[in-house]
């Protein structure tokens, strides 16, 4: 398989189902900010600071990611009922809370706003949060029933969790938190 295809020379790319729509359609733009969001994760994983069990939560939320860029890419919603790796549902978004509550638990509790920042790692974790809440803003621009609702509470959700393990890294680290 060749990677490049000439097919979007002129401006234009195919969604599954073979729709094709201009490389700034909204829906293009939604799933280019998972994307984004993925390779940045991606940076986070070959910090030296990231522990195992990090790597692994990380490692989880790529692949979701993927499903989440393909579930965007098929505006017919057909994919995640023929690929099950497509489908991100209520215990995906379990998954993420559970995680939350398991890194907070080991944290100081936040008494007021912190400046993103910290180790290498940590500092990339707060960069993918902002890549993360603008994908959200680009998938529910789409609208109400464009997309699965579990889409939009899946990277909600996401938002939260890389706050925290930004923190929980920075925290392993020895990096203080620099509050405003």
């Not at 692949?63 to 017919?76: C, E, R, S, T, V």
Request: net charge negative; proline share 3%.
């Amino acid at each position: 398989m060749k990677i490049y295809t000439r097919t979007g020379d002129k401006g234009d790319t195919g969604l599954f189902g073979g729709t094709r729509v201009q490389k700034s359609d909204p829906r293009v733009m939604a799933y280019g900010d998972v994307d984004e969001l993925n390779a940045c994760l991606g940076v986070a994983r070959a910090q030296q600071e990231i522990d195992a069990d990090v790597q692994e939560m990380l490692e989880h939320i790529q692949k979701d990611l993927f499903a989440i860029g393909a579930q965007l890419a098929d505006p017919a919603e057909k994919i995640s009922e023929r690929v099950v790796k497509a489908a991100v549902g209520d215990g995906d978004v379990e998954r993420l809370e559970h995680w939350i509550d398991g890194l907070e638990a080991r944290l100081p509790p936040l008494r007021r706003f912190i400046l993103p920042g910290g180790s290498g790692a940590g500092s990339l974790l707060h960069f993918a949060r902002t890549i993360c809440r603008r994908a959200e803003r680009a998938i529910v621009a789409l609208g109400a029933g464009k997309v699965d609702p579990h889409l939009v509470i899946y990277i909600n959700r996401l938002s939260d969790l890389l706050f925290v393990l930004a923190r929980a890294v920075n925290h392993r680290t020895g990096r203080a938190e620099t509050e405003w």
